[in-house]
């Protein structure tokens, strides 16, 4: 992975000897010990294979890139398919613009120009880097201890980044006004040491960071975050957040991101939520699966949420869900694998906590049932029947010429069919229907 | 995603040369995406730009090569002038070193580049007329002394930047018709590739992911 001579024409520190060979039958194989400065690495070749050294030269990797690309890089580019690199590979397209070679061997045809390449990718807009933290081949080389330069993309809008090593990323400042979506895997340990590398980690973020300022969509799942840092700030026109697989604990540093609407935090560290809404008001989907809430009051104005997961937490009571009943906008609750779905009659009771919207929320993937919407309509007969008692009478107290209430549509569709339910409470006693309510409301029921 | 970008005949090899410091970055940057760039850093190597232009009622590719102007790159400068089949010689009008230098730029060029290759003399910073310290008549003079086609230019306002492109290219595609220029070798012609497999199939219905 070397060149003779580097980028100001010094010679390089070669080293190249034959550690040993073997004799077999029809061919010798040799043992051959390379270091170019301070990179060293061993190979066992027979002698026909010698050639192969040279496809792990700069010139190498992207000669076969060039060749490639000058036949398909236009459809590639045509269709907007993602193209992927490795960091070795981008490395050699670096360093070949610093090379003082020809961008195409004498003799050989136009096609081989290294200008097809670089043509290529100033016109790519979606990319994803792969990169490594294993030797590359019989190498000492580590990819991921190369430095890699994405200037060379400068149409770049989409930018996946798979093993990376951030601290090595260079190139990445004419990004800022115009990447669109970025996708980040098992590379950072915050957002920042992507976002801002320049900084040193100490100073403030203030309205002169240089921020992402087209990026509404940023996927952050599967790194090593301990918390949600200042860094996700430089993306203050977000939309989507994922953080899904990491080690988040709070919600923090989200209350600048007026546009966001999506957040995953699924398979993190959360415990506790406290007043959601304040930070993230303009919330239509959250997403906090596999973690380990234990109370769902701080999500209670979260009154924008269309979408709420909940799955695999520690939600064992359900006057928590209580607190979800006042979001207008909830269509779809996730509240399996909690400890509160081992309870008994455990989706109606959930589902009767939403009153009249009980039809149109989509719990746990399924719709109510038919029967589910008739016990629950039967216990917010029993309920409004009850309520209207106590304020009817307390009505006659008030004014004897107050018009006789009148019981709510709800109540009057009998005749209930209530066979084989339970009631939320059948402890308490039914209390007496009011005088001036005309529906016969015949109810049976199955005591536990 | 128009298939405009996809459609030309030919690809133009370019390189941009000079003394460090007198726009070559910028006139690139002008010329590629029409805006001026402020701060530009020194260019480390090479740079590299593609603009498709309309020569004749033919769609040109251009592959633009910018290279350092700094004498310690002067190695891997001289490695670019390879195939160029145009080569945009510039120098500062506000600073006479840099005009000075042309004979050895030139040199430079007319060894390392083939007989054919269109060399356009480019006197940047026009903007700059008041801290002038070359005539338009002297650089004139010395273009026509050495057959070189020449402009003043402004990177920083555009002024002539689209006709010194086109003009040089104008001037190559004018050499292939006259047959001066010979496809077959490597000149900096390319006919467009082929796609392989016959014609390039339609993007199937699938818009550009916004995922």
Do not use: M, W
């Given at each position: 992975m070397a060149s003779l001579i580097d980028e100001t024409g010094r010679r390089r520190i070669i080293n190249i000897r034959v550690a040993g060979f073997e004799i077999s039958e029809d061919h010798t194989t040799y043992q051959i010990e390379v270091q170019i400065d301070s990179v060293k690495w061993q190979v066992r070749r027979r002698f026909k294979e010698f050639h192969y050294l040279h496809e792990t030269e700069i010139q190498g990797i992207t000669g076969s890139l060039t060749e490639y690309l000058f036949e398909k890089g236009d459809l590639w580019l045509e269709r907007g398919y993602p193209f992927e690199f490795s960091i070795l590979q981008l490395y050699a397209i670096n360093q070949r613009m610093r090379l003082p070679a020809p961008t195409c061997e004498l003799g050989s045809s136009f096609k081989s120009d290294f200008g097809h390449l670089l043509d290529f990718i100033s016109q790519l807009e979606t990319v994803k880097l792969t990169g490594s933290n294993r030797r590359y081949d019989r190498s000492n080389l580590v990819p991921n201890s190369l430095h890699y330069d994405l200037s060379p993309f400068k149409r770049l809008l989409r930018l996946q980044l798979v093993q990376v090593n951030p601290d090595r990323l260079v190139g990445a400042e004419h990004l800022r006004a115009r990447l669109l979506t970025l996708s980040v895997r098992a590379s950072v340990h915050s957002i920042r040491q992507l976002l801002l590398p320049e900084w040193p980690p100490h100073r403030q973020l203030g309205p002169d960071a240089p921020v992402y300022s087209a990026c509404t969509s940023a996927d952050f799942s599967d790194n090593e975050l301990s918390e949600i840092d200042a860094g996700v700030k430089l993306m203050p026109?977000?939309?989507?957040?994922?953080?899904?697989?990491?080690?988040?604990?709070?919600?923090?540093?989200?209350?600048?991101?007026?546009?966001?609407?999506?957040?995953?935090?699924?398979?993190?560290?959360?415990?506790?939520?406290?007043?959601?809404?304040?930070?993230?008001?303009?919330?239509?989907?959250?997403e906090l699966a596999n973690n380990r809430l234990t109370g769902l009051e701080g999500l209670s104005r979260l009154y924008g949420l269309v979408t709420l997961g909940l799955q695999a937490n520690l939600i064992s009571d359900l006057s928590e869900v209580a607190h979800l009943a006042n979001l207008p906008l909830l269509a779809r609750l996730i509240l399996a694998d909690n400890p509160l779905t081992q309870l008994a009659d455990y989706r109606v009771r959930a589902l009767q906590l939403f009153d009249s919207r009980a039809s149109e929320l989509v719990l746990d993937d399924e719709h109510a049932t038919a029967k589910e919407l008739d016990t629950i309509a039967v216990l917010q007969a029993i309920r409004r029947s009850r309520e209207l008692s106590l304020s009817s009478s307390a009505a006659v107290a008030a004014s004897s010429c107050s018009?006789?209430?009148?019981?709510?549509?709800?109540?009057?569709?009998?005749?209930?069919?209530?066979?084989?339910?339970?009631?939320?409470?059948?402890?308490?006693?039914?209390?007496?229907?009011?005088?001036?309510?005309?529906?016969?409301?015949?109810?049976?029921?199955?005591?536990? | 995603m128009t298939s405009g970008a996809y459609n030309y005949s030919y690809i133009f090899k370019y390189i941009i040369i000079g003394d460090m410091g007198v726009g070559k970055s910028c006139l690139l940057h002008q010329f590629t995406e029409k805006k001026f760039m402020a701060d530009c850093p020194h260019t480390i190597g090479v740079e590299f730009g593609t603009r498709i232009i309309e020569v004749s009622g033919q769609k040109v590719k251009l592959q633009v090569w910018d290279t350092a102007g700094q004498e310690r790159f002067r190695a891997v400068t001289r490695s670019y002038y390879r195939g160029a089949a145009g080569a945009l010689m510039v120098y500062d009008i506000s600073r006479r070193s840099t005009y000075n230098h042309l004979s050895s730029w030139l040199t430079d060029a007319r060894n390392l580049t083939s007989p054919n290759t269109v060399i356009f003399m480019i006197g940047n910073k026009s903007d700059l007329d008041s801290q002038r310290d070359v005539t338009f008549e002297e650089a004139k003079q010395f273009a026509e002394e050495n057959g070189l086609m020449f402009l003043e230019c402004s990177a920083k306002t555009g002024e002539n930047v689209e006709d010194a492109f086109l003009e040089t290219a104008?001037?190559?595609?004018?050499?292939?018709?006259?047959?001066?220029?010979?496809?077959?070798?490597?000149?900096?012609?390319?006919?467009?590739?082929?796609?392989?497999?016959?014609?390039?199939?339609?993007?199937?219905?699938?818009?550009?992911?916004?995922?």
């Open positions: 026109r977000l939309k989507r957040l994922r953080l899904k697989g990491n080690s988040i604990a709070r919600l923090d540093n989200l209350d600048e991101l007026e546009h966001l609407a999506e957040l995953d935090l699924s398979k993190n560290s959360i415990t506790k939520l406290d007043s959601v809404h304040l930070l993230v008001g303009n919330l239509k989907e959250l018009p006789p209430a009148v019981l709510p549509p709800a109540a009057l569709q009998p005749p209930f069919r209530c066979q084989g339910v339970l009631l939320a409470c059948p402890q308490h006693p039914l209390p007496p229907l009011s005088q001036g309510c005309h529906a016969k409301v015949d109810i049976s029921i199955e005591k536990q | 104008r001037k190559i595609y004018e050499n292939i018709q006259n047959g001066v220029l010979d496809l077959n070798s490597a000149e900096g012609v390319t006919p467009k590739p082929n796609s392989a497999g016959g014609a390039a199939p339609k993007a199937e219905g699938r818009s550009d992911c916004a995922c």
